[in-house]
């Protein structure tokens, strides 16, 4: 078998590898309804956010960087109250990098769809939970 030939049989199953993951990936997303939600509103949300002064990094914008975990899940009434952690990355005039931040979220069911109505963040024990969406009627 030639070079050129076992270059593009490479290429090729590097290139369907790909496409594999980026489908499982998508098919992956998609079966939690109530992370895509998550994700979406810490996408539109915790963006350029800085922590309460005196906190680690309280120079730098906080940015979401489209991962999470949810650590609980509570049913209370209606609503799911869910937490957990977001990474996110920073960046200041004399500092940058990545980290990890606290949420709490509030969700309802409209139109058969988990949504936001309550999202929180916190940087650490150094800042309360701030506000970033709310939603709530009142």
């Known amino acids: 078998m030639s070079l050129m030939k076992i270059s593009r049989l490479v290429i090729s199953s590097f290139l369907l590898s790909f496409l594999l993951l980026s489908v499982q990936s998508g098919y992956a997303q998609s079966q939690d309804p109530i992370k895509q939600a998550l ?21 730098c914008a906080h940015n979401y960087a489209g991962s999470i975990k949810i650590t609980k899940r509570v049913k209370a009434g209606s609503k799911l109250q869910v937490t957990g952690m977001a990474k996110v990355k920073y960046k200041g005039p004399f500092d940058h990098g990545e980290g ?39």
């Open 39 to 59: 994700n979406d509103a810490l996408k539109t949300y915790l963006v350029n956010q800085k922590p309460f002064k005196g906190c680690e990094h309280d120079n």
């Open 100 to 138: 990890v931040v606290t949420f709490f979220a509030q969700l309802v069911k409209r139109n058969g769809q988990p949504e936001v109505e309550l999202l929180k963040w916190q940087k650490s024990r150094c800042m309360k939970m701030e506000t970033l969406l709310d939603r709530r009627a009142g």
